[in-house]
């Protein structure tokens, strides 16, 4: 094949680089806000790419206390029972589906695969939720959700994939189903279980039509409430951060938001291989 | 899920604990139940989880029969047969919210859909490993992070008091939010969308690339096709079926448009342009108490967004490709 041109490859390479700015440039400009003084603030305007005094004062005002903790808080609790109780189902479920000759399988593969064509929506969810007494209740941000039916298949698939052998051998050792599971099945599966893990847990971290839905009482609020009450209604920071202010009001928000953003950044870099070989056997299957 | 059915013995010779069966004796599904109890131990939670969460509540579309009253209950509204349907239908406020809703999604499947192909096309040309890994990891970031943040985000930079107004007026033009212009609210969410998820969406097309055979692409360059009509009659054809799958997953949630990123905007712009039917369920029913009528409208999306799945699969299939679902596939 030709070698490829040289304009083409520069045209190529701007691209590529416009691409890469685009996504970088909004997070780097509010982890820019969020460390800036004040004098940062008014010379270059709303946003500060890059602060000549930093200062941890935006951080500082918001680990005071206040509702924007609390709501950190909040959103760390629900996060982590939250996917913990959806791992613990999703993997029973899975493994228990894995075997084809178990009996009913079939049929309780279909109940699951069946939501994801339909979906009632809004108002059966929000009436049920009620009627289950879940109203104002942190459960209401965890049960609705609690098992994907993609991840299902996605870790159901990986279960069925592994090496027949291996369940034969554990058989004539006189293992148990149960046995097989934590013994065999689960230390092979901790890739995948971790990108599943990323999934629910992310979605847990950014729930907010939920919380909107069901929690009535701005007390039990997550993370993503406070935030759209702060930053996209404007409604002022006074008495959302306990003590005075220390930074300018834009650098509190953007920390806030920098808040919001770390934990996925941080756990990111660790999941991301695996990503390509997670989505793709959900997708082959739908 | 290929074939692990045969690969495993259907009635399990080999038990430690048990002598093994005689061959051809089939259980009876009690004994199954009884030798999987564990199994199907294990997956109650999650059947339960299904039935409630998700069959159970079909039964609340009584409502969309009803004049519900909250403190009456499913059992003691009044019965109404189908007038919440005349009335939604005579509703202007639900007409316009369908026709925003078809808007934003035609805008999305034109300006939107194409976009991630694009992408893994350029990614895949890329010849160093380190650069399109690099590339990838920084795509793929935006689509965990929830939409709250993304709409802050566009906000603070197009937003009145953003970057992109101050940078209109330093250079003498007058000042411009978009983030409140209803006429640009479609464009305004196609763009949030593309810097969300055209990312996360070259995942399956790169991988579809990966399993094009690679001699295709000597032999076409030894019969003298040049980078453009490989391209064309090598990569894009290689790609079609994946393409159809996403275009019927597309086509299926046509009525749900982004519906968080919609919530959070809808005031900014006002209804008229910021109304959706995802929307208008919530505002009209949870908020305003109608109950009744707002549930006819989730009715309606409900069923026909499964019909229009259904359809396009079938018609997929029609036309030779795989589509979603597979007959005599589990």
Redesign the interface.
Known sequence: ??K?SVPGQLL?GL??VL??A???Y??L??IGTSLASQSDVLKQ???VLWPEHPTLDAYRTVFQGGVVLRALMVSLLITMVGTIASL???I??A????????????F??M??LF?M????????????V?E?GLYNTFAALV??V??S?FN?VVL??FF??LP?EL??AA????A???RV?LRIVLPLSKAVIAVIS?FYA?TY??A??NA??YLDDAEKWPL??V??TF??QGRSLDGAVAGEALAPQQSVL?AV?VI??VP??LV??FL?RY??KG??TG?V?? | ?TD??T??P?A?A????KPARPAGRRLT?WQ??KR?K??????????L?????????????M?AFQDYE?YLGFMHSPWTGLDNFTAILDDPKFWSALGNTLLIAGIQLVFFFPLPIA?AL?LN???SDK?RR??Q??????H??????I???????LGG???VP?LLDSMGLPRYDMTTDPDAFPWLLTLQLL?KDA?WGT??I??ALLSIDRGL??AA?IDGA??WRRLWHVTLPGIVPVII?LLI?NL?MVL?VG??QI??QRDAVGPDAGEVL?TY??YH??RDGQ?GT??VV??I??LV??AL??GANKFAHRLGHEG??RRGD?
């Open positions: 094949m030709e490829p190529k691209a590529l691409v890469v685009a996504v970088m909004p997070l400009t509010v305007g709303g946003l613990l189902a999703t029973g479920m493994y228990g589906l894995s075997r084809r000759d178990v009996p009913f399988s079939r309780i593969l109940t699951a939501t064509l339909f979906n009632p929506g809004i108002i059966p969810n929000f009436l049920l009620k289950l049960l609705p609690l098992v039916a299902l159901r698939a069925m994939n027949q369940y034969d058989k004539v050792d006189g148990g189903d149960f599971l990323l992310v971290w950014n907010f039509f909107l839905l993503p409430m935030l759209r930053v996209l953007m938001l919001a953003v996925i950044l990111y870099p991301q990503f390509t989505v793709l997708a299957k739908g | 899920m692990t059915a690969r495993r259907p399990r080999v038990t430690a604990s599904l199954r139940v999987d564990v199994m199907l131990l294990l997956t109650l939670p999650g059947l989880y299904f039935l409630v969460f998700h069959y159970v509540p079909v039964l609340g579309f409502v909250p992408l350029l040309s890329v010849m650069i690099f590339v990891s920084v795509v793929y970031l935006p965990f992070i929830g939409w709250v943040i709409v802050s985000l566009f906000q603070q930079i008091a953003g970057v101050d810097w990312g995942i399956i790169l991988a692409y000597e360059a040049r980078a799958l997953l299926g749900s519906f968080e919530l959070l995802d369920v919530y029913g949870v109950w707002a549930s989730g009715l999306k409900a967004g499964t799945v259904l979603v679902y589990s």
